[in-house]
T-cell receptor, first 112, second 112 residues
Framework: QKEVEQDPGPLSVPEGAIVSLNCTYSNSAFQYFMWYRQYSRKGPELLMYTYSSGNKEDGRFTAQVDKSSKYISLFIRDSQPSDSATYLC????????????FGAGTQVVVTP | NAGVTQTPKFQVLKTGQSMTLQCAQDMNHEYMSWYRQDPGMGLRLIHYSVGAGITDQGEVPNGYNVSRSTTEDFPLRLLSAAPSQTSVYFCASNGQGATEAFFGQGTRLTVV
């Protein structure tokens, strides 16, 4: 069983819809939770990160962490075609040290 | 800002050949890592380094060697290429105390 599970999709939504992405994990030692966005044939880039449980909002993006359920989510409001990418969840035990564990990534397609 | 630079961008090898994937960062980051990305598997950690002269194995280290003689460079060596090493390879770096890992643009390797 993988430490981090993420549905690979693809997830296709119409422009303007809310995109809902999630990951589950098994290691309770994870404290730092991240979402990376990866455009086709590019390297991943950090979208948001959250420490421990709670919500974090940044513009159209909201990240949620529920450590009791070992479940994290990313919501994209008012989705745009430019949001079409693969979204990878990632997590680690410490802020900068420790191995970064990734989910498989979910491909999102926003159609005009 | 160059950030994390990987060379080459594309490479085709024959089974049994060896080669070195180059990675350089200009952000004076202590931590550097190598990942491979395969369909449905997400990014898996190959080797990582927490500073010059210090390296350790990740999740899938077999068939790869690394060294870190300077802060800036972290080359990945394939000792005897196998078709199972066909993948996209990403190098990443992050600074001490910083959550965000910066990724290079990737090297697409095909072993025939």
């Amino acid at each position: 069983q993988k430490e981090v599970e993420q549905d690979p999709g693809p997830l296709s939504v119409p422009e303007g819809a809310i995109v809902s992405l999630n990951c589950t994990y098994s290691n309770s030692a994870f404290q730092y939770f991240m979402w990376y966005r990866q455009y086709s044939r590019k390297g991943p880039e950090l979208l948001m990160y959250t420490y421990s449980s709670g919500n974090k909002e940044d513009g159209r993006f909201t990240a949620q962490v529920d450590k009791s359920s070992k479940y994290i989510s990313l919501f994209i409001r008012d989705s745009q075609p430019s949001d079409s990418a693969t979204y990878l969840c990632a997590m680690r035990r410490g802020p900068s040290w420790g191995k970064l564990q990734f989910g498989a990534g979910t491909q999102v397609v926003v159609t005009p | 800002n160059a950030g994390v630079t990987q060379t080459p961008k594309f490479q085709v090898l024959k089974t049994g050949q060896s080669m070195t994937l180059q990675c350089a960062q200009d952000m004076n980051h202590e931590y550097m890592s190598w990942y491979r990305q395969d369909p449905g598997m997400g990014l898996r950690l190959i080797h990582y380094s927490v500073g010059a002269g210090i390296t350790d194995q990740g999740e899938v280290p077999n068939g790869y060697n690394v060294s870190r003689s300077t802060t800036e460079d972290f080359p990945l060596r394939l000792l005897s290429a196998a078709p199972s090493q066909t993948s996209v390879y990403f190098c990443a770096s992050n600074g001490q105390g910083a959550t965000e890992a910066f990724f290079g643009q990737g090297t697409r390797l095909t072993v025939v």
